[in-house]
């Protein structure tokens, strides 16, 4: 193998051990011989792999978990996800698609909507229809009402006359 | 790569909290120090973690088994801490806050000499040199010590990609040395 391949493994799977035994043994046999390769291994050690290698490892902050509990505990449920949540285990229970169930309760919701409206339009048909009676007769009732003064009109009149 | 079993996690899709709590326990650490490394700044990982494990707890439902528990966790912890980094970077024109202590380097004999401040110092500076997407690669090989094929499941990407993004990040650390020694000297 090439210096080149070799540096290559060199900075890859040779250094991270993500190779076979077989491929360790060829590289190791070559960087016996190789004075570059054996500098260039060293300069990879030093740059990217001791200053590393004892980096520490920091327990999370307590205050994380403290934070994560209370948003999750008071997280608000939107009236969205209630209805989709509800939609979606309605549906599991129909083996129905959540699709086709919003589609069913849309139409059921217009339909009940549509009897709800044409109840409240006849209500006020009929109201309309009865007010000018109820109008009319109380129109001929001052009319034809019984004069108890002796069809003189009102007690004033009758006095002066 | 540590393992989150089923019981646990069916017991917190049904939300319970304290489930939850003990899959924090489990995963927290871990989560925190990918982060951390991703993001460079103590006080930036703690709100990115924070917003993690809001997120695994609203989207455990949608966890199919495909994978490893921790994988798809850390999936969620290395996307956000890439974005914040990148949105970060748009905003401060990437600026870190960094310790004012100098990078050092020491070889192995000598490494006991460095205080942790000068290791912690080092490392920071290190990653701050790599860009998110190489930074990533490298912290879920040096943190976790995750295979090339688990680095590959976490980011979505193929070997081939974590191969060349761990080359690349570790020619720029090798670049760095080499400019810092020279300025040194």
Known sequence: MRCEQIQEQLLTEYLDEQISA???????????????????????VQAA?????????????????????????????SVIDLLRNWCVEFGNRLILPVPALGITMVI????????????????????????????????????????TNGGYGTDIEEYFL | MIDVSHTLIEKAVQKDVQAFQEIYELTGKYVYNIVLRIVNNAHDAQEVTQDVFVAIYKKLDQFNYQSKFTTWAYRIAVNSAINFAKRRTRTTGGHVSL??????????????????????????????QLPEEQRACMVLRTVDQLSY??????????????????KRAREKLMQYRKEVIGHEV
């Open chain 1, 108 to 147: 059921v919701f217009s339909l009940l909507g549509l009897m709800v409206f044409q109840s409240s339009n006849q209500r006020m048909a009929r109201q309309a229809q009865e007010e000018p009676v109820e109008y009319l007769v109380s129109m001929i009732d001052d009319i034809t009402a019984v004069d």
């Open chain 1, 22 to 44: 077989e491929q360790k043994h060829v590289i190791d046999l070559h960087l016996n011989g190789c004075r570059a390769c054996q500098e260039f291994y060293q300069a990879v």
């Open chain 2, 149 to 166: 094929e688990e680095i590959a499941d976490v980011l979505g990407i193929n070997m081939n990609t974590v191969r060349s993004r761990l």
């Open chain 2, 99 to 128: 310790s004012r202590q100098a990078i050092q380097y020491a070889d192995v004999s000598s490494e006991p000499e460095l205080t942790r401040e000068e290791r912690e110092s080092t490392v920071q500076r290190l990653f701050n």
């Open chain 1, 49 to 77: 792999v001791n200053p590393l290698k004892n980096s520490e490892l920091y327990e999370a902050p307590s205050v994380i978990w403290d934070a994560v509990e209370q948003r999750i505990i008071h997280e608000d449920v």
